[in-house]
């Protein structure tokens, strides 16, 4: 159904949509800002229609697909053709706990590229399954960055690119397939193994694991200061994982995401929470001759009476790989502590009960290592110390180092 005809916004079918969803004041402004997006796009089009007229226009958008694919193929050639296979695990669905297996085998040959999920696992039954539409964004989005990041972004540079994926399987899910957590966390592991594939053949473009989960956090409930429901969502940052050349950096978004840090001011002005401890975990790096970046760590004290926790988390299991002799990055971890100290460790994905007082502490990933740890410059295990970033007993027994040498 349409929401805007004529230019003017139906009023019941906004009144039937926010009817139907818990916190409506926020999604009028969500809805608002698509619409004000979709005017100013309208508008800007309509310019340059108006000044160029419509066949230049046209011509011009069909040049730019030709050369996006142009520049696509130029990339995929200096890359060697060969076959580029690896695999990595999402750990879990919510409702099993095992390991689910992400397998690709990338095949380069000339200028055009095949992508081939076959060995990956079947769909399972919890929310983490994708369509293969969502593979294909996952496969743009690692070669654009290894062949050219500025190359441009349309369906021309994706011409010479082939996906493919047995239906029924995790990132080819049939209905009635659950599908709505794997935004969160299919997709990061599918960039990782496509990072991973795509290393052998091109080491210098790739860096090692990031922190490979968006870590949801979804807590709802009534606010006690406004009698209203609210419902906080935020997806946390975590390590960047080490490149050849330099390190990764500390407690960022990486890959598939598109938030950023949520100020603890405005966390505790919009929501009954206190925020007791906002930082980085020392400790959590990847070593390496170059680090991998340290995950977050964030303890909440829900402030407000009952309220419900959705967890969509992973690496809680197996930690972000490093390369060439780096070490794998921390793992995930959340744990509850009751008011009266008692503490309760989740799994990575769960919906639980909040009781008044209750601290939800949550960590991040950090990002893998690159090269041997042996090898990294003293002077930034020195500073990493200093900043205690990584504490002097991690920094003699895994890096060699002792305060004015290095073994």
């Not at 598109?258 to 400790?283: C, H, Q």
């Not at 390496?288 to 967890?311: D, H, Q």
């Not at 769960?350 to 601290?359: A, P, V």
């Amino acid at each position: 159904m349409k929401l805007v005809k004529q230019g003017a916004v139906d009023q019941e079918i906004l009144a039937l949509i926010l009817q139907n969803i818990r916190t409506a004041s926020v999604t009028r402004g969500d809805i608002a800002a698509q619409v004000a997006a979709n005017n100013v796009g309208i508008a800007r089009l309509t310019e340059v229609l108006d000044k160029e007229g419509e066949e230049l226009t046209c011509r011009c958008m069909e040049e730019l697909l030709d050369y996006a694919e142009r520049s696509m193929r130029a990339g995929i050639r200096k890359i060697p053709n060969g076959s580029y296979a690896f695999e990595d695990y999402i750990e879990g669905d919510g409702i099993i706990e095992e390991l689910v297996k992400i397998r690709v085998t990338i095949r380069i040959k000339g200028d055009s590229a095949t992508v081939d999920f076959k060995g990956t696992d079947k769909q399972v039954k919890g929310p983490m399954n994708l369509r293969i539409s969502a593979a294909r964004a996952c496969t743009y989005y690692v070669l654009k960055c290894v062949i050219d990041p500025e190359l441009p972004t349309n369906s021309g540079a994706y011409r010479p690119i082939r996906v493919l994926a047995e239906e029924g399987t995790l990132v080819n899910a049939a209905f009635p397939a659950a599908l709505c957590n794997a935004n969160i966390l299919t997709d990061q592991r599918i960039v990782d193994v496509l990072l991973g594939a795509m290393f052998q053949a091109v080491p210098q473009k790739v860096c090692a694991a990031c922190s490979g989960e968006m870590n949801l956090v979804n807590i709802g409930g009534i606010n006690p200061r406004t009698g209203e429901y609210f419902n906080y969502v935020e997806t946390y940052g975590g390590g960047q994982g080490a490149l050849h050349c330099q390190d990764g950096m500390d407690g960022v978004q990486t890959h598939l995401t598109n938030t950023r840090n949520a100020p603890v001011e405005v966390m505790e002005v919009s929501y009954p929470f206190r925020i007791d401890r906002y930082g980085l975990v020392p400790d959590s790096e990847g070593a390496g001759e170059f680090r991998g970046g340290c995950g977050i760590e964030r303890e909440i004290v829900l402030l407000g009476p009952e309220a419900k926790l959705s967890l969509s988390a992973d690496r809680r299991k197996i930690g972000p790989w490093g390369v060439r002799g780096g070490k794998p990055a921390a793992t995930s971890d959340c744990i509850v502590i009751s008011s009266d100290g008692r503490k309760k460790r989740l799994p990575s994905k769960i919906t639980t009960g909040l009781k008044k007082g209750d601290t939800i502490r949550l960590r991040t990933p950090g990002g893998g290592g690159w090269g041997d740890p042996k090898k990294r410059d003293p002077h930034r295990i020195e500073k990493d110390v200093t900043e205690e970033m990584i504490s002097a007993d991690r920094a003699r027994k895994i890096y060699g180092y002792r305060k004015g040498k290095q073994k």
